[in-house]
């Protein structure tokens, strides 16, 4: 089992910056990928950003620019960095870790941690 731990949701004026956290921990485990997703009052959860142990990054198109995923894998831990927020981006930001326990892969994901952008 792999567990979750999201940190530096808030609020914040619109043009602000907020820096989330997500740490992994469990036991043997090992991470493919993790990534935050968001998921905003009737509408579907999307990817903003993910990021590989070797450095690999996608990002969705209306963070592009904005946005930084970096990560520690010493720490097994992942940040994102929203500079330039806009009200839009106001949502329920989710953790998500797809990770390696023995030779099976599992999905994993945190309680979320709120993101309110005011104009």
């Known amino acids: 089992q792999v567990q979750l731990v999201e940190s530096g949701g808030g609020l914040v004026q619109a043009g602000g910056s907020l820096r989330l956290s997500c740490a992994a921990s469990g036991s043997r485990f090992r991470i493919n990928t993790m990534a935050w997703y968001r998921q905003a009052p009737g509408k579907q959860r999307e990817l903003v950003a993910r990021i590989t142990p070797g450095g690999s990054t996608k990002y969705g198109d209306s963070v592009k620019g904005r946005f930084t995923i970096s990560g520690d894998n010493n720490k097994n831990t992942v940040y994102l960095q929203m500079n330039s927020l806009k009200p839009d981006d106001t949502a329920l930001y989710y953790c998500?870790?797809?990770?390696?326990?023995?030779?099976?892969?599992?999905?994993?994901w945190g309680q979320g941690t709120q993101v309110t952008v005011s104009s």
């Open positions: 998500y870790a797809n990770a390696w326990i023995d030779i099976v892969l599992y999905d994993y």
